[in-house]
């Protein structure tokens, strides 16, 4: 690789990794921001939940801005929208600023994501795209990880409002550094699709909304179920309306094409489990083995050492070894591991964990890169805005469905097995106990010499309760392995 095409993806994976560590970095100082701003339950899941909205429903209209105005320039726009978002709660902190914030950022972050994955396919030769391409998707899938090591540092010494401020510092050197990269674009870019563009974010929206609202609210609450119903009818709008389209936003057809269908649902089956397993796993680590936020976080990183090491070496398999074997084989190594990670127990040490951990990060280490290298380079090169947007897409429905699954087997598992046991708890302990491992923890503090057993009970539902959802994702994943031995091409 050439200095400069060294130097554009040096700034495109530090660009990613700052959008995709800003998702998960707020997970692990919720209990902080609930406490300074007087945030409810329902407001905190927001202050999560909105970046991720406003991110899915706008990858797609943004990648085609992308390859119709520049992709350099739409980074650097959507960079500064990020630190705008970023910085708002360095000036005001009531809990509707901060949500609000989190919807600036995350459109910020859906102009940049598409723009830093374009960028690289665009601007390197064959002969290195697959290896810079393998970097980018590392750096992308470790980015969560990242991001709640860092916030637990800085919540360790310093306010949670400190992580706004670095991601706001971030950005405005990220904006300088882009400036020094070349830019690309569409050479004949055509009209831009305004009413696909309108859809899709009504169908990625609305599902995304309808999926995240699920666990809270129940999966039958009328919000939940016209978000969801009234997202997949506006997606199969979206079908339909780009089939007949003469310059449609996403050419659907590509879809027909199987490296670029497989690597579309590849990522969507990874990012399914992964966001998953963390909404179990770091509860399991700081509510079971009594982790602090940090040491949680830290405990994470077999998964983010292995996968950056596969990244930088997987993607010159793909010259020897097909898509259908290392798709397959990766998203069977990650069923595995969740099998393992649901026998996981009171009992067990960090070692046993890690190790569980280890067998994910090669899953993803295996078949991430190969998955976005089967989608970018299957779609025409005036596309690769809109194709780096479906890459980042199914990897964010993917997340949403991975949290809210796990999520409501778990809420359903726990309340069945604690439920005897609240019955003989008064009010309003009883709806602590029930509501989460977290709060009936609280309740067992004060409850003088009957709290041990309360906690070991709450503990034991919480257990079942995490197995199942771990045995649920599993079962998606070897299903998802399956399919992928049939579907994806036997050649590369």
């Known amino acids: 690789m050439t200095r400069s095409q060294l130097w554009l993806l040096v700034v495109a994976c530090a660009s990613v990794s700052a959008v995709i560590a800003a998702m998960a970095a707020l997970n692990t100082a919720l209990p902080d921001i609930a406490v300074d701003t007087g945030a409810t339950q329902s407001e905190l899941t927001w202050i999560v939940d909105g970046y991720t909205l406003a991110l899915a429903a706008l990858l797609l209209p943004a990648g085609a801005l992308g390859d119709r105005f520049g992709r350099r320039g739409i980074l650097v726009v959507g960079l500064v929208v ?6 708002l709660p360095l000036l005001t902190d009531g809990p509707t600023w901060v949500i609000v914030s989190r919807g600036v950022a995350g459109v910020g972050a859906a102009l ?12 390197f030769p064959p002969e290195h795209r697959a290896r810079a391409i393998g970097i980018w998707a590392g750096v992308a899938a ?43 674009r569409a050479e004949n870019p055509g009209r831009f699709d305004f009413g696909g563009s309108i859809l899709a974010i009504a169908a990625i929206g609305l599902f995304v909304l309808g999926v995240m609202e699920g666990p809270h609210r129940g999966w039958l609450d009328p919000l939940t179920l016209s978000a969801v119903t009234i997202g997949l009818v506006a997606a199969a ?27 579309a649902a590849c990522l969507n089956l990874q990012f399914l489990a992964g966001f998953g397993m963390f909404f179990l796993i770091v509860q399991y680590f700081q509510l079971i083995l009594g982790y602090s936020p940090l040491m949680a976080s830290v405990a994470l990183t077999p998964i983010f050492a292995v996968v950056m090491v596969l990244s930088f070496t997987v993607p010159a398999l793909l010259r020897w070894i097909s898509l259908r074997v290392l798709i397959s084989l990766g998203l069977g190594l990650i069923g595995v591991s969740l099998i393992l990670i649901g026998i996981l127990d009171a009992e067990s040490s ?5 190790l569980t951990m280890l067998l994910t ?20 090169e005036d596309q690769q805005g809109v194709a780096s947007a479906v890459n980042d897409a199914t990897r964010e429905i993917g997340a949403a469905i ?11 598992a726990y309340g069945n097995r604690i439920a005897p046991t609240a ?8 709806g602590a106990v029930e509501d989460s491992l977290a709060a009936a923890l609280q309740v067992a503090e004060k409850a003088g010499t009957q709290g041990e057993q309360l906690a070991t009970l709450a503990k034991d539902a919480f257990l079942e309760g995490m197995q199942h959802a771990s045995f649920a994702l599993a079962a998606i994943l070897l299903v998802g392995a399956v399919g992928a031995v049939f579907w994806a091409p036997p050649r590369t």
């Open 82 to 87: 990020f630190g705008l978002g970023s910085a």
């Open 112 to 123: 940049v994501m598409p723009a830093t994955l374009s960028l690289i396919t665009t601007g």
């Open 142 to 184: 470790s980015g969560a990880v990242v991001g709640m090591i860092v916030s637990g540092v800085i919540l360790e010494y310093a306010s949670w409002k400190l992580i706004f401020g670095g991601f706001a510092i971030a950005s405005v050197a990220l904006v300088a550094i882009a400036l020094t990269i070349p830019s690309s």
């Open 237 to 263: 709008g979206f079908v339909f309306t780009e089939l007949r389209a003469a310059e449609p936003l996403l050419d659907m057809r590509l879809f027909t094409n199987r490296a670029f269908g497989v690597g």
């Open 350 to 354: 960090y070692l046993d964990a890690a």
């Open 361 to 380: 990060g090669i899953g993803f280490g295996l078949c991430t890169a190969p998955a976005t290298h089967a989608i970018v380079t299957n779609t025409p």
């Open 402 to 412: 991975g949290v809210a699954a796990a999520g409501s087997v778990l809420a359903a």
């Open 423 to 430: 019955e003989t708890i008064p009010e309003p302990a009883r």
